[in-house]
């Protein structure tokens, strides 16, 4: 099945550029997605890109999708601390499978 | 109103004992799914279910059962909880639309369940 893979972790200081990363496995994903989840909270649906398209860009959020590579990526600029959360990217296949989440902490 | 509710939002229980976690939704959505969220084990899919009359089995079913009473409601059960079934449990539903190949999922805000 499909396997999704992210770093648990990263860190930031308050205005720098912040990047997520995200590999997988299943090359018949027709959308890639990217949730939040802040404390407390259940996933929201951030930002997603479709399979054929290899670059997105919402304000300060910017998608890239390397598909030879399998690789997404979360690009948030100017990263403040209300982005501190969980960041999860998910590939709707067969099944919708999310990975495991990565932890952003942003420093002042 | 939340378009994903569900109920208790905390519960506590022990060993051995039957619980039900409930979940509700007025998107008017076909598809509902219930995960786990373990620290860095990310979500994982317990159950799923298409419509009314489809139950799906997801990647840690063992141990749980649901039941789909409704398009609007989906309950999981925990049969006879353990200790390792202590996790933060999601409802979503999602809006699947076949021709384009796109799905949106919508969360609920989580149950958080400490079995003693």
């Known amino acids: 099945g499909e396997d999704v893979e992210q770093s648990l972790f990263l860190s930031v200081r308050e205005g720098d550029s912040s990047v997520i990363n995200c590999t997988y496995t299943?090359?018949?994903?027709?959308?890639l997605y990217w949730y939040k989840q802040e404390p407390g909270a259940g996933l929201q649906l951030l930002t997603y890109?479709?399979?054929?398209?290899d670059m997105k860009q919402d304000q300060r959020l910017t998608v890239l999708l390397n598909k030879k590579d399998k690789h997404l990526s979360l690009r948030i600029a100017d990263t403040q601390t209300g982005d501190s959360a969980i960041y999860f990217c998910a590939g709707g296949g067969q099944n919708f499978v999310f990975g495991p989440g990565t932890r952003l902490s942003v420093l002042p | 109103d939340a378009d994903v509710t569900q109920t208790p939002r905390n519960r506590i229980t022990k060993t051995g004992k039957r619980i039900m976690l409930e979940c509700s939704q007025t998107?008017?959505?076909?598809?509902m799914y219930w995960y786990r969220q373990d620290p860095g084990l990310g979500l994982r899919l317990i159950y799923y279910?298409?419509?009314?009359?489809?139950?799906n089995k997801g990647e840690i079913s063992d141990g749980y059962s649901v039941s789909r009473q409704a398009q609007a409601k989906f309950s999981l059960s925990l049969e006879s909880a353990i200790p390792n079934q202590t996790a933060l449990y999601f409802c979503?539903?999602?809006?699947?639309?076949?021709?384009?190949?796109?799905?949106?999922?919508?969360f609920g805000p989580g149950t958080r369940l400490l079995v003693l």
């Open positions: 299943d090359s018949s994903s027709t959308y």
């Open positions: 890109i479709f399979s054929n398209m």
């Open positions: 979503a539903t999602s809006d699947f639309n076949g021709l384009a190949g796109k799905e949106t999922q919508y």
């Open positions: 279910s298409f419509d009314v009359k489809d139950i």
């Open positions: 998107k008017g959505h076909d598809r």
